[in-house]
């Protein structure tokens, strides 16, 4: 089936042809590279036009036999052209050049199918003149016709049986005219396809050349240089035909009002009209009542295939009161005489045509019927559903933006799969809320509808009930790291989708998702306890399915903040609760904490530490120290720890008020990568000084861990500063430890490999010390200094240290005792073979300048 009318690439998908096609299912809307596209569906289409005529973007197009037509003549096939009578009044000036310059290119033959239009007119009368015939349609517009084939066949018995006046001419001009030529059709309309491809046409007309793609055919021709008429002379009212109410007046001039003839305009997209069309043909016809429809709302004069630019309607109407007035002055047409008594224009008229045998020029017309798909009304209701039309208002808007009358439509459309939802701007203003107010990945609501939620709550009376709680998934960006952002994704997914179901239940309760995986909760204050407890053990089938660390649910931290009504808006709220919250994260014994006044002043004092510190590192005022290493058995140097310090204007302020900062706010990384490249670019500075260096070792905190590159990173920094891989120590307190087990075993397997040493700090403050030495591969460790202090007095103690020792030596692991001070606990490390000492027994910390003093003279 040929594509007659179709989309080219201009459409945006503005849905105008949807909402004057008559046809559900003609236009089909389709998603192509992201952009609604409308398809012009071929089966369903009954050519009427009205797209083109709509379309403001030139995204609408056909095609006609324009091409063909002028091809076959240069190939010297045998054509002769039937001229629909609208030309002549639509391009009275060149009409007769045009005719002049067809014939200068081959065509045999010209007719004016207003000779046709009077044939139709003597059939029609002949139908009138026999008494058994009632009312009915007249044929004479192809569109009506298609449709009433195609989609209500029930009207085809109130069609008239009479050949279109263009297939009227045609016949005349091959059975009485004896003209064997092809017949091409210049036409203002594509409907025509649809008479001239029906099967049973029997091929009397072979084109349909439409008057636009004629006249951009021959954009270049001065039709002023040729002169030509047509071979049948102009004759008759048949010249008023392609203006709403030529046939009724044609036929009144015969037979005045002995019947009634209804000129109308029906627009088959609205269903009032179509509704008429069966009132017509149901009670009108049967009642000796006669149609002249048309689909064009100013006549064939206006149709589709028109370059109207050319031309208005004021020039139309006059052109057609000047025929008429011609014809009707015209004394030797004695039909047309309007003083002549009615019955004798009849007479005559029907003399004229007294030859034809009205047989010939009458057809059947056939059931084509294209029955829709009923959607049912589960269907339906589904379709809406999934519209987010949950209730009758909504399913009732009937906004036309689809290009439907009625959201109904539309969900018929949808089932048929002539549309798609994302062509609902109802959906998609829904979908862009839900965007704009969830999580994407999640589908919890988000900040968005926390901060609104949160200010009503905070508006009503009964606030003081509520509370508010931010979580947050301990190390999962660990779990990320492990099994990947996909199946990361997927246990986030789980775990909110599980949250949901035991938050959200009495009114104004639900669970957010801010951000990563920071949730906020708001829900009444006797719930929070055991809010905490359940969302803290949620079971977990996709932590089951990755094999992660052997455990089933993820642990959570919590800050949670009670309502008390003092608030000023939102930002107070927010403000504590993420007060509350880094507390949380500098504490990570405790993982929950309720705000209180205490927090409040610490987390203040801790923001002006974190914001002072970056000013800090920006103007030089952070520092590195050196605490030696001392092998006690031989008195002489054999390494260093570096340690920062903060001189801030003046006041030294000690690691232990600002690292902790550094920790929650995850400067620490910063800070450690800073005094690794100190300590490098210093150590670069004493081996040109050709000073024998000895190994320095530098804290790097757990934060690390969760980037698989810093071991590269730290590589990185040793060789740009040239510095032997063995004279760098990288320490790793016991603390941060267990809850990375497998992230800290990568990164020192990558520093063993690269030579570089890796020491366990603080060993002894944590709960798992013996499992360190199991699953890690260290090469030192460092013995917490507060293990040191008990062992001089408690012998239980110094039974401990000496089996972590002997453990060590057997696992190849060098032992730094830290935090010694006394001769009493040095006696005691040496009985116990604990030989290389850092402490203030041989040296506090020690400036660049002392440091490098020492490391000249390394004896003590």
């Given amino acids: 089936m040929k594509h007659y009318i179709y989309t080219n690439d201009n459409c945006i998908g503005c849905n105008h ?80 050049g045009v005719l002049g310059y067809l014939r200068s290119i081959g065509v045999k033959n010209i007719y004016n199918v207003s000779y046709g239009a009077n044939i139709f007119t003597w059939a029609l009368l002949e139908y009138f003149l026999d008494d058994n015939n009632t009312g009915g349609i007249f044929p004479n517009c192809p569109t009506i016709v298609n449709y009433i084939e195609k989609y209500m066949p029930s009207v085809i018995p109130a069609l008239v049986p009479i050949r279109s006046p263009l297939f009227c001419l045609a016949i005349y001009a091959r059975k009485y005219l004896k003209d064997t030529n092809k017949i091409a059709f210049l036409s ?41 008429e047509s071979d049948i002379p102009d004759y008759g009212l048949g010249a008023l035909y392609p203006f709403p109410g030529g046939i009724k007046e044609n036929l009144e001039h015969f037979i005045g009002y002995e019947k009634t003839i209804v000129s109308k305009n029906l627009v088959l997209y609205n269903k009032s009209d179509v509704d008429s069309l069966k009132s017509i043909a149901e009670y009108n016809c049967t009642k000796g009542v006669f149609f002249e429809l048309l689909n064009c709302s100013n006549g064939c004069n206006f149709g589709p295939c028109i370059d109207k ?150 508006a009503a009376e009964n606030r003081q009930n509520f509370a508010v709680m931010q979580i947050n998934i301990k190390n999962f960006i660990f779990i990320n790291q492990q099994v990947g952002f996909i199946k990361g994704n997927d246990i986030l997914v789980e775990y909110a989708s599980k949250a949901k179901e035991i938050v959200d239940g009495a009114e104004n309760e639900k669970i957010y998702l801010l951000n990563g995986n920071n949730f906020y909760i708001i829900a009444k204050k006797e719930r929070m306890n055991d809010l905490f407890y359940k969302l803290n053990h949620i079971e977990l089938v996709s932590l089951k399915q990755n094999q992660i660390a052997d455990i089933n649910s993820l642990s959570i931290r919590a800050a949670l903040y009670n309502i008390t009504g003092d608030e000023k808006n939102t930002d107070t709220v927010i403000d504590r609760i993420s007060t509350t919250y880094f507390t949380v994260r500098s504490t990570p014994s405790k993982d929950l904490v309720v705000y209180d006044q205490d927090i409040a002043k610490k987390v203040s004092q801790s923001i002006a530490i974190s914001q002072h510190i970056q000013k800090a590192l920006l103007n030089n005022s952070l520092y590195v120290v050196y605490q030696p290493k001392v092998n006690q058995l031989t008195n002489k140097l054999v390494g260093a720890e570096a340690l920062i310090r903060w001189n801030n204007n003046g006041t030294v302020i000690p690691p232990d008020k600002f690292i902790p900062v550094c920790e929650s706010t995850g400067f620490v990384k910063r800070l450690d990568f800073f005094m690794l490249n100190q300590v490098c670019k210093k150590m670069g500075e ?12 530098v804290n790097f905190s757990k934060q690390h861990l969760m980037h698989q590159e810093v071991a590269e990173r730290i590589c990185n920094i040793i060789d740009f500063w040239k510095i032997p891989h063995n004279f760098i120590e990288i320490e790793f307190t016991e603390t941060s430890i267990a809850e990375e087990k497998e992230l800290l075993s990568n990164t020192i397997a990558v520093l063993k490999e690269k030579g570089i040493s890796v020491s366990v700090d603080d060993f002894g403050s944590g709960y798992s010390s013996l499992n360190l030495l199991q699953d890690f591969n260290f090469d030192v460790l460092k013995l917490d200094k507060s293990l040191i202090k008990t062992i001089v007095e408690n012998n239980r103690a110094r039974i401990v240290i000496a089996n972590v020792i002997n453990m060590a030596n057997a696992l190849n692991m060098s032992i730094i005792a830290e935090g010694v001070e006394t001769k009493e606990e040095l006696m005691t490390l040496k009985n116990l073979n604990c030989n290389v000492i850092q402490g203030f027994i041989f040296d506090k910390p020690l400036s660049v300048e002392e440091f490098e003093q020492r490391l000249i003279n390394k004896q003590y």
Avoid at 41 to 56: E, H, M
Avoid at 337 to 347: D, F, N, S, V
Avoid at 686 to 697: A, F, G, M, Q
Wanted: net charge negative; aromatic share 12%; glycine share 2%.
């Fill in 309 to 458: 630019s050319s031309f208005s309607i004021d020039k139309v109407v006059e052109q057609h009161q000047c025929i008429r007035f011609n014809m009707l002055q015209n004394g030797n047409l004695k039909e047309y005489a309007r003083e002549m008594p009615r019955a004798e224009r009849l007479e005559f008229f029907r003399n004229k045509f007294k030859d034809l045998n009205l047989h010939d020029f009458q057809r059947e017309f056939h059931n084509k019927y294209l029955k829709p798909f009923k959607a049912p009304k589960e269907i339906i209701d589904e379709i809406f559903i999934r519209m987010h039309k949950n209730t009758e208002e909504s399913r009732h808007i009937d906004c036309h933006s689809c290009g439907y009358n009625s959201c109904y439509q539309m969900a018929e459309a949808i089932a048929n799969g002539y549309n798609n939802i994302e062509n609902c701007v109802q959906f998609e203003k829904k979908e862009n809320y839900k965007l704009f107010t969830s999580d994407q990945l999640t589908g919890l609501p988000n900040k968005y509808l926390f901060i609104k939620d949160l200010s009503d709550i905070l």
């Fill in 17 to 96: 042809c949807i909402s004057v096609c008559p046809i559900p299912g003609a236009n089909i809307a389709e998603k192509t590279n992201n952009k609604n596209h409308i398809r012009v569906n071929t089966s369903k289409c009954i050519l009427c036009g009205q797209c083109l005529n709509v379309c403001k973007h030139d995204a609408r197009s056909y095609i006609d036999d324009s091409e063909k037509f002028f091809q076959d003549l240069k190939d010297g096939a045998d054509i002769s052209v039937a001229i629909d009578p609208s030309f002549f009044v639509d391009y009275p000036n060149i009409a007769n």
């Fill in 686 to 697: 004493w081996k040109k000084k050709n000073i024998e260096l000895v190994p320095v070792s």
């Fill in 188 to 228: 203002p309309c594509v409907a025509h396809f649809s008479e001239i491809d029906d099967a049973y046409s029997d091929g009397l007309v072979s084109y349909n050349v439409t008057f636009e793609h004629f006249f951009k055919s021959l954009k270049d021709i001065d039709f002023n240089l040729y002169y030509s």
